[in-house]
């Protein structure tokens, strides 16, 4: 088993200057309690509203798809590096997965997901046309 005097005399070090910092911070900050020091600074703007505004939903489905097609820009791009060494069966397992993600792409696309603008005029059956 190596020695660990190194690993514990780095987290003592590192324990040394956080406590420096958070010390040195204490002593020589500023000390006032005034009623605009908590109040948000909006580059002298005055602020209105209040900062939890609800967002839509859809802001966060963007960004889930976003993070999706990152991830896949990311395996293609490995899967690009290493095309010589996966060959053909690398081919076809990289085919599968980008089908796979072109598949959730259409499911989303057909649910209304990627729709942005208003509703709109969708066509409607009539109860009539059965």
Do not use: N
């Not at 900050?29 to 967002?55: D, K, W």
């Not at 395996?75 to 796979?100: C, K, R, S």
């Amino acid at each position: 088993m190596e020695p660990v005097w190194p690993f514990a005399l780095y987290c003592a070090a590192v324990i040394a200057v956080v406590g420096a910092m958070i010390g040195l911070s204490a002593l020589l900050g500023q000390r006032h309690s005034e009623t605009s020091t908590g109040e948000p600074y909006e580059s002298g703007i005055l602020s209105t509203g209040s900062a939890r505004v609800r967002l839509s939903v859809k802001f966060y489905l963007v960004a889930v798809c976003f993070v999706i097609f990152d991830v896949e820009a990311v395996f293609l791009f490995a899967w690009a590096i290493a095309l010589d060494d996966v060959g053909w069966t690398g081919f076809v397992e990289i085919l599968i997965f980008v089908g796979v993600l072109i598949a959730a792409l259409v499911y989303l696309w057909r649910l209304g997901a990627l729709d942005w603008g208003p509703l709109g005029r969708r066509p409607t059956r009539s109860p009539e046309a059965g």
